[in-house]
């Protein structure tokens, strides 16, 4: 039980995160990536502080036996740099440009009830399903488990 | 849009989402990547849901918090087409699951730990956003 309050004291930690910053708007998003028009490089600073608080915290987890609320630590163990990372990364970056959302910020905007962004949740979870789907056909796996690795 | 450069509010918003990446990993043992935790809770995929749900949970009620804080919901600038909301939605949710990661995933998680798999996919996801919105902006529209 303690585990879910906290997971879910950090998703709304994120989330407001993602509010303060203003990266929960499109807008700021879409500007950072236009280096060669209305840069706004709000984007840069958010990444730099939250890498910089990570970074830290991550270290001091590093140095702990084990979480508070979990038997073990699921660190991230895939290192391999394949076709799938480049070319999922390539097409996410595709989307993330066309429209300013990745999966976070589109989350938290879900209760503004644009009925765009409702749409974009919805086929960016299709999108998810479409590839998992297709992975589990391709490996003739029945599931495909998540690995502790995926972000 | 304009919108205008606001490192004070950008450096306390990425500290707060710094702050909750390393909350989820010492308490949880958990890493925040959005993509992946969405994932997890699909048909499609086996693993625990049950904290992934809560996780989300907060993030889509995070609002209410904010409001009550003073931070307004701003209703989200969405492109005019139809069509390059649901291709954009598509392939970020394709694209996040081939790559097994996202922006908060490989680009803050993954970074932070000084996963060279995870610079790679951060390098590609932000060069190919910025070509996107060069020819949207400067060679299609202008």
């Given at each position: 039980m303690a585990a879910l309050i906290s997971a879910a004291f950090c998703g709304i930690v994120f989330g407001l995160g993602l509010l303060v910053s203003g990266m929960a708007q499109p807008a700021k998003v879409q500007n950072f990536l236009d280096l060669f028009g209305r840069w706004d490089p709000s984007l840069a600073v958010v990444m730099a502080a939250a890498l910089a608080m990570s970074w830290a915290g991550f270290a001091l987890a590093r140095r702990?036996?084990?979480p508070t609320f979990a038997p073990q630590w699921s660190w991230p163990d895939r290192t391999e740099i394949d076709a799938p990372l480049v070319v999922g990364s390539a097409l996410f970056g595709i989307g993330w440009g066309l429209v300013?959302?990745?999966?976070g910020p589109a989350l938290v905007d879900l209760l503004t009830g644009s009925p765009k962004l409702i749409a974009f949740v919805i086929a960016m979870v299709a999108g998810m399903i479409v590839h998992d789907g297709w992975r589990a056909r391709a490996t003739m796996l029945p599931k495909t488990a998540p690995s502790a690795a995926d972000g | 849009m304009t919108t205008m450069f606001e490192p004070l509010s950008a450096a306390i918003g990425g500290a707060l989402i710094g702050l909750s990446a390393v909350l989820l990993m010492l308490?949880?043992?958990?890493?925040?990547g959005i993509s992946g935790i969405m994932a997890g809770c699909l048909p499609t995929t086996g693993g625990p849901r049950s904290w992934r749900i809560t996780f989300l949970a907060g993030l889509v009620a995070a609002p209410i918090v904010a409001l009550a804080a003073g931070t307004p919901l701003i209703v989200p600038a969405m492109p005019g087409s139809w069509g390059i909301v649901i291709t954009g939605g598509l392939l970020v949710g394709f694209g996040t699951r081939m790559a097994g990661g996202c922006t908060s995933g490989h680009g803050v998680c993954g970074i932070a730990r000084l996963s060279p798999r995870s610079i790679v996919a951060t390098l590609t996801f932000m060069a190919a956003a910025i070509a996107v919105v060069f020819i949207a902006r400067h060679v299609v529209g202008g």
């Amino acid at each position: 039980m303690a585990a879910l309050i906290s997971a879910a004291f950090c998703g709304i930690v994120f989330g407001l995160g993602l509010l303060v910053s203003g990266m929960a708007q499109p807008a700021k998003v879409q500007n950072f990536l236009d280096l060669f028009g209305r840069w706004d490089p709000s984007l840069a600073v958010v990444m730099a502080a939250a890498l910089a608080m990570s970074w830290a915290g991550f270290a001091l987890a590093r140095r702990r036996a084990q979480p508070t609320f979990a038997p073990q630590w699921s660190w991230p163990d895939r290192t391999e740099i394949d076709a799938p990372l480049v070319v999922g990364s390539a097409l996410f970056g595709i989307g993330w440009g066309l429209v300013g959302l990745c999966p976070g910020p589109a989350l938290v905007d879900l209760l503004t009830g644009s009925p765009k962004l409702i749409a974009f949740v919805i086929a960016m979870v299709a999108g998810m399903i479409v590839h998992d789907g297709w992975r589990a056909r391709a490996t003739m796996l029945p599931k495909t488990a998540p690995s502790a690795a995926d972000g | 849009m304009t919108t205008m450069f606001e490192p004070l509010s950008a450096a306390i918003g990425g500290a707060l989402i710094g702050l909750s990446a390393v909350l989820l990993m010492l308490l949880n043992g958990r890493i925040a990547g959005i993509s992946g935790i969405m994932a997890g809770c699909l048909p499609t995929t086996g693993g625990p849901r049950s904290w992934r749900i809560t996780f989300l949970a907060g993030l889509v009620a995070a609002p209410i918090v904010a409001l009550a804080a003073g931070t307004p919901l701003i209703v989200p600038a969405m492109p005019g087409s139809w069509g390059i909301v649901i291709t954009g939605g598509l392939l970020v949710g394709f694209g996040t699951r081939m790559a097994g990661g996202c922006t908060s995933g490989h680009g803050v998680c993954g970074i932070a730990r000084l996963s060279p798999r995870s610079i790679v996919a951060t390098l590609t996801f932000m060069a190919a956003a910025i070509a996107v919105v060069f020819i949207a902006r400067h060679v299609v529209g202008g």
